[in-house]
T-cell receptor, first 113, second 111 residues
């Protein structure tokens, strides 16, 4: 069964600093997804990583995927307060001819002014 | 602006009562997911449908939960009877393959 773990679970950082959120998964997942959730709100899709070595960037966020290490990272550059949210990664696992989409534990990011 | 619509937004009910949550997926999306979010368990996949047919409901307690798609514009998640441990936020998501767009969720409190 696919298990997806993120670390850290909580992250408090100063504006202007860089940091990386890690997403490890237990078995093969051919794709990796990142989502953002603001407090009390819904989830918003950020990135879809389709293959080994894939890198996607949007603003101050950059996501990458290493399928051999079963690791995806979400790198934050020069953080700003608006990036405060919970970030989830999700993998997918083929099971009985259908895919199951499994979410990680989430990383709650707080950017301090 | 296309969105996934969930109703109700909030529901407080007494233990033992039936609860029905509804979801209208984005027009044209043929895959619909139900997730439950709690502090302790995070986001759990309960069930999902493609072209209205259930593909996976292994995450759902079958004795009290049921999920259906009576038509392409409506998905329902029913709990009967409800229990306090069902208190959570229930999200519906739709997409062409993956959970791409999420609804605002139904916050369920069972007292």
């Amino acid at each position: 069964e696919l298990k997806v773990e993120q670390n850290p679970l909580f992250l408090s950082m100063q504006e202007g600093k860089n940091y990386t959120i890690y997403c490890n998964y237990s078995t093969t997942s051919d794709r990796l997804y990142w989502y953002r959730q603001d407090p009390g709100k819904s989830l918003e899709s950020l990135f879809v990583l389709l293959s080994n070595g894939a890198v996607k960037q949007e603003g101050r966020l950059m996501a990458s995927l290493d399928t051999k290490a079963r690791l995806s990272t979400l790198h934050i550059t020069a953080a700003v307060h608006d990036l405060s949210a919970t970030y989830f990664c999700a993998g997918r696992k083929l099971r009985r001819a259908t895919y199951k989409y499994i979410f990680g534990t989430g990383t709650r990011l707080k950017v301090l002014a | 602006d296309a969105r996934v619509t969930q109703t109700p937004r909030h529901k407080v009910t007494e233990m033992g009562q039936e609860v029905t949550m509804r979801c209208q997926p984005i027009l044209g999306h043929n895959t619909v997911f139900w997730y439950r979010q709690t502090m302790m368990q995070g986001l759990e996949l309960l069930a999902y449908f493609r072209n209205r047919a259930p593909l996976d409901d292994s995450g759902m307690p079958k004795d009290r939960f049921s999920a259906e798609m009576p038509d392409a514009t409506l998905a329902t998640l029913k709990i009967q009877p409800s229990e306090p441990r069902d208190s959570a936020v229930y999200f519906c998501a739709s997409g062409l393959v993956r959970p791409e767009y999420f609804g605002s969720g139904t916050r369920l409190t069972v007292v």
